[in-house]
């Protein structure tokens, strides 16, 4: 015992921190929020002297920084913050989505360069969540910042995030219900409250299966404000005001945000993909100071992974994440020459190329990393694809004479989601690369019958590829669309389609990226206007952007529907509010695609 106790303060000397726990920060309000505080150590004993600051505003629970990133900053030569945002964990005040985030930060970067320990420099990091903290504080302007490495952060909600296309993307029902109302909020402080939300998350399904989402009749009203935000998020869908907040959005705020160094780290597969390349757009535009982006295979969250849902894209496709950020930190909070601003401003990793053999749970799709000078790519040849009648994809225009593809959208049985943009999603959706396959492993499957086998999905596809084809940048599909409803959706998903082989003798229909329109938005994300019944309407459906490479024997193609279910809410088709059908109609949809009407899809192909 003697011995074992030795080694545990052994271990206990040897951390490079020492940190002060729950320090209490005050805000203008008078709020306090839970920070700790982790002092550079040697032998136990706290280091004197003014350092630089790493922080992370989390609603995550501060305490799993001391683990996953503290401990390494700390340990060279950083004073590492964490703290909990309001609402949250420890932290007084009352929670609310992103947007006390602004002043919440700015009051805590001011503290931090009061302090006798600081020496008036912040880097900011965080992922998810915490990186939307930092673009909130970026919006302050706040003192001493200097530099910030948001991963796959929230941003531009309104536009592709919480909101896309006018539909509710119900990862955030899912994380009220999962996470934010039972884990952490002021509610859960109280067991019994707890548990009751808890049992609450765990049927979570079903509750998305009932929909819509009417206040005090489901148990999170015992968490009031996460309810309060969940039903107006539920049932704002105009872009307006409301979503483009400082904390909600950047792009429409830039003026306000801070001109400092920023490295963007995005994913092919990240819910907030499209938000991070279009933050990085507008920034590199508007400020002066080094703006970097990186775009991985990842799914969210996961850079340090080089396999993503059933592809692996080889090992060079993982980065190490603290390395990654201390080579920013190091250049603009203490002046390290180390190169890195010199770099190139951006840095995609193609993916495809590589065997497609098995490997275990994974096939290897393969893939490589390139610099490039800008996003999108200068030389990219924006190339239409047009939708012909029987199935077929390609650049050839459409025949002058009528054509057009007929379906109907039940929303009592929608399309299910199989993997994709996704985050949040943990009990109800699969992320990244997935054979478009239904099975037992998605729980909204009634079969196990490949998508394209329904008759509410329509599909359009090249022949085999004679050469391999890179497409790399935002994707647009427009559609001439009719329906027989005041208000549907129409949707939308490039698919890279394998061919067949020993390991996968049905082929892999690998899904790169969807999205979604709700057609009262056709003409304006900011204003809803209802559907004339038979009138043909142009749309577009954007999609996240990709980069893959298409293989010489591979298939480009391109799925319509009517919906994405439990990625997006279902379009009831009845014209209601949103958030408060009590219909539900079976609208028949049409796709024209004839020389009046070329439907087609914008690949942004690359040489």
Known sequence: ?????????????????????NVMVPMRDGVKLATDVYFPARDGARLAGK??????????????????????????????????????????????????????????????????????????????????????????????????????????????????????????????????????????????????????????????????????????????????????????GENDAWWKRPGFNVVDNLEAYKDVPVYLVGGWYDSWGRQTTMTYMALARSKRSSQKLIMGPW??????????????????????????????????????????????????????????AKTGEFHMHGGRWRDEREWPLKRTAWSPYYLHAGGALGPEKPAAAPGSTTYDFDPRDPVPTIGGNISSGVGILLQGAWDQRCGPHVWNCRDTLPLSARRDVLVFQTPPLAEDVEVTGPIDVKLWVSSSALDTDFTAKLIDVHPLTRDYPAGIDMALGDGILRARFRNSLER????????????????????????????????????????????????????????????????????????????????
Not at 5 to 10: D, F, V
Not at 82 to 107: C, K, L, N, P
Not at 224 to 236: F, S
Not at 563 to 571: I, Y
């Open 51 to 236: 350092f630089p600051v790493v922080m992370e505003r989390t609603p995550y629970n501060k305490d799993g920084a001391e683990r996953s990133w503290a401990a390494y900053y700390a340990g060279h030569g950083y004073v590492s913050v964490s703290q909990d945002t309001r609402g949250r964990y420890a932290s007084e005040g009352i929670w609310q989505m992103m947007t006390s985030d602004v002043a919440d930060g700015h009051d805590t970067a001011a503290w931090i360069v009061r302090q006798p320990w600081s020496d008036g420099g912040i880097g900011t990091l965080g992922t998810s969540y915490p990186g939307g903290t930092q673009h909130a504080l970026a919006l302050s302007n706040p003192p001493g910042l200097k530099a910030m490495v948001p991963v796959d952060a929230v941003s531009n909600a309104g536009y592709f995030g919480m909101r896309y296309g006018g539909a509710f993307e119900l990862r955030f029902f899912n994380w009220i219900f999962t996470t934010g109302g039972s884990l952490g909020s002021r509610a859960a402080r109280d067991p019994a409250t707890r548990a009751e939300l808890t049992e609450m998350g765990k049927n979570v399904r079903q509750y998305l299966s009932s929909m819509p989402l009417r206040a005090g009749l489901t148990p999170i009203r015992l968490a009031e404000e996460y309810e309060a935000w969940l039903v107006e998020a539920l049932g704002h």
């Open 528 to 607: 809803a206007e209802p559907m004339q019944p038979g009138e043909i309407y142009p749309i577009t459906v954007q999609l996240y952007p990709t980069s893959n490479l298409f293989k010489a024997g591979h298939r480009i193609r391109l799925d319509i529907s009517s919906s994405n279910f439990p990625r997006f809410d279902v379009n009831p088709n009845s014209g209601e509010p949103l958030n408060a059908h009590r219909r539900m109609v079976t609208a028949t949809n049409t796709i024209h695609h004839d020389a009046a009407h070329p439907s087609h899809v914008i690949l942004p192909l690359v040489r």
């Open 1 to 21: 015992m003697l011995i074992a106790l030795a080694a545990l303060a052994l271990t206990a000397a040897a951390e490079p921190y020492v940190v002060e726990k």
């Open 299 to 356: 799914i969210h969250g996961a850079h340090n992974r080089a396999a993503q849902g059933q592809a692996a894209f080889g090992g060079e496709a993982a980065i190490d994440g603290l390395a990654f950020r201390l080579r920013w930190f190091d250049r603009w909070l203490k002046g390290v020459s180390n190169g890195v601003e010199n770099e190139a401003p951006v840095k995609i990793f193609v993916m495809g190329g590589g065997s497609e």
